[in-house]
């Protein structure tokens, strides 16, 4: 097989946002705009990143402070982005990725990459919900293009069941809440929520906790213990974003929390090099 | 020495006794925990327990202070195993002693009690099934919905679905 194609960022920025009633990639996330916080993230990889557009918007200031891909086949949704992207430049792989994923860490982008296998149309994580190719989030091969016209000719648009009738390479997610889309103003308040404080614009600090984990905690988290950075504020806030990683059972409100071995309310402000444990129900004697 | 320890070798409890022994004793009471062979209908074959450890021991000691702050007892002592136990193995000991018997029982029923509510320890059972489970853990997160469950099987599609309104 020959060598694999040089690949290159693709950020989608073309959907209409009709449940948001506003446009996502304008969403702001900590003080930033959801396009420039996935055009940075993604540039931190590949580069260069261009930005995919329906013709219409090729004109919009935030988005023509990027180099752009106009949507050369129209109404098809992100497929005829994609698609459009591997027809301006043959020869060449895209790390797509969605303007509407909040929590894309850096992590789920060097696992993608790590894990590319180009002899594939295309390199995807299986989604955390229901196992099936996550399109939006995925390396797309040059070779994907002739069967993506071929899958358009059929009437079909629908990436993911194209990635589906394809072969895919498909990878585990690591990370659950990673690929978690947002659609509509309660989805966007829910993610500001998980986000925060950061998200919100409050104290924007990252910091560092110890964390360790018992019992159930350490099974479904697969360690006994971690240092992480966060910006959790509160144990809640941080419970929230370890549960939404690790896919804890347990709801919070059946746990108990520790902070530096003494037990301490949910609303506990945290500070950096405290040492957290959730204490899952006991069961002594 | 702390009045509640943890073990991860057998209890032994003759020791752990002559630790209670006073001049102003009339009595002892004492409370063993073993490990039965079924729970809620399941064949229980072996236990594993774990603590942790630096907060368990604080929590176990605030146990035994007030056992004794609120009856009036002579000693107290609670030694719990950590690890993997078979059937009939003990899985912890409490002893008390104290001028009459009325208060050594009370104490004893009082520590143990608090013991299996307060103290971080969790047991995991395995079954004559071949599965496990983490007591008190396991069911009440089955009774729970995870928030993902929120999100069946076409959340992906709903992406879609918003963008070719375009």
Redesign the interface.
Same mark, same amino acid.
């Given at each position: 097989m020959s060598a694999a194609a040089p690949i290159q960022g693709l950020v989608l920025a073309g959907g209409a946002s009709a449940r948001m009633q506003r446009d996502k990639a304008a969403l702001v996330y900590g003080g930033k705009s959801q396009l420039d916080r996935v055009v940075e993230l993604v540039a931190r990889h590949v580069s260069p990143v261009f930005v995919s557009v329906r013709p219409s918007q090729s004109g919009e200031p935030a988005r023509a402070r990027y180099p752009l891909i106009v949507d050369s086949i129209q109404g098809k949704g992100p497929i005829g982005g994609i698609r459009s992207a591997l027809a301006a430049q043959p020869g060449v792989a895209w790390l797509v990725v969605a303007c509407d994923l909040p929590f894309l860490t850096d992590e789920v982008l060097a696992g993608l990459l790590a894990e590319r296998a180009p002899g594939a149309g295309a390199t995807a994580y299986s989604s955390a919900h229901d196992g099936l190719p996550e399109p939006l989030c995925a390396i797309w091969e040059p070779q994907a293009g002739a069967e993506i016209d071929a899958f358009l000719g059929t009437g079909r648009d629908c990436p993911r069941k194209f990635l589906i009738n394809h072969g895919v390479h498909l990878i585990e997610p690591k990370d659950r809440r990673a690929l978690d889309n947002i659609n509509t103003p309660e989805e966007y308040d829910r993610a500001l929520d998980l986000l925060a404080p950061a998200a919100r614009g409050r104290g924007t600090q990252l910091m560092q906790l110890k964390i360790q984990y018992f019992a159930l905690m350490r099974e479904q988290s697969g360690r006994s213990e971690e240092t992480l950075e966060t910006v959790a504020a509160t144990p809640a806030d941080l419970y929230a974003e370890l549960q939404a990683r690790y896919g804890f059972t347990l709801p919070r409100e059946q746990l108990k929390v520790a902070v530096n071995t003494e037990f301490a309310p949910w609303s506990r402000p945290l500070a950096p090099g405290d040492a957290v444990v959730f204490i899952p129900p006991v069961a002594g004697g | 020495m702390m009045r509640f320890r943890f073990t991860d070798q057998a209890i032994d409890t003759d020791a752990a006794r002559r630790e209670l022994l006073d001049p102003g004793a009339g009595g002892y009471a004492s409370f063993e925990?073993w490990v039965r062979n079924f729970n809620e209908g399941q064949e229980v074959t072996r236990l594993e327990? %774990?603590?942790?450890r630096?907060?368990a021991l +604080?929590?176990g000691e605030r146990i035994l202070v007030q056992a004794m702050a609120r009856f009036p007892v002579k000693h107290a002592l609670c030694i719990?195993r950590v690890g993997s136990l078979g059937l009939s193995d003990m $899985?912890?000991w409490v002893g008390v002693s104290s001028a009459h018997r009325g208060e050594a029982f009370d104490a004893c029923r009082f520590i143990?009690d608090e @013991? +299996? #509510?307060?103290?971080?320890?969790?047991? +995991?059972e395995h079954y004559r099934s071949g599965d496990s489970g983490?007591?008190?853990? %396991?069911r009440? $997160?089955?009774a729970?919905p /995870?928030? /993902?469950d929120d #999100?069946?099987?076409g959340?992906?599609?709903? #992406?879609?679905v918003?963008?070719? @309104? $375009?």
């Open positions: - | 925990g327990y %774990e603590a942790f630096e907060l +604080k929590e719990h $899985a912890v143990i @013991v +299996k #509510h307060r103290v971080p320890i969790w047991k +995991k983490w007591v008190n853990c %396991e009440c $997160a089955a729970a /995870h928030d /993902h #999100h069946p099987h959340h992906r599609h709903d #992406h879609d918003d963008v070719d @309104v $375009a």
